[in-house]
């Protein structure tokens, strides 16, 4: 949570400046991808799993991007300018934020059925008694 929270400035620091008001859905957002992170973290990795998947990575950038303050983003501030940057990048943040949950709920997903096959978890309603 303070990975997205703190540069963002969704917790004021004096470390960063943001530069446009906080939008009702970036609380929600970031929460929501800190639970889905710490989820995918809590799960096994499967032995299985070749190569390592990065969607977590993706999913979490996404949310970062999405909760992140337009113009206060070098790069997309380099890319289309400060106005390009409110005018273009800022209606699509909220796309990015669903983009970001819909990822890291995929690799919530895929994770779980690779253990699963795996083994390392049981089908869903299976006993885990023996007769």
């Known amino acids: 949570m303070l990975v997205v929270a703190v540069p ?5 620091t004096p470390l960063f400046q943001r530069m446009t008001p906080v939008e009702w859905w970036n609380w929600p957002v970031a ?7 710490a989820v995918l973290v809590a799960l096994p990795k499967p032995t299985s799993c ?9 999913g979490g950038a996404l949310a970062y991007l ?5 113009t206060c983003n070098h790069l997309v501030v380099l890319a ?3 106005s390009g940057a409110l005018q273009w990048f800022a209606p699509l943040q909220p796309i990015l934020a669903l983009a970001g ?3 890291l709920l995929a690799a919530i997903v895929h994770r779980l059925r690779l253990l699963r096959r795996d083994g390392g978890l049981p089908a869903y309603g299976a006993s885990s008694t023996t007769r």
């Open 8 to 12: 963002t400035d969704l917790i004021p």
């Open 31 to 37: 929460i929501a991808s800190a639970v889905l992170v």
């Open 101 to 103: 949950s819909v990822v």
């Open 50 to 58: 070749r190569p390592p998947t990065r969607a977590g990575i993706v």
């Open 80 to 82: 289309i300018g400060a």
């Open 66 to 70: 999405a909760v992140g303050c337009p």
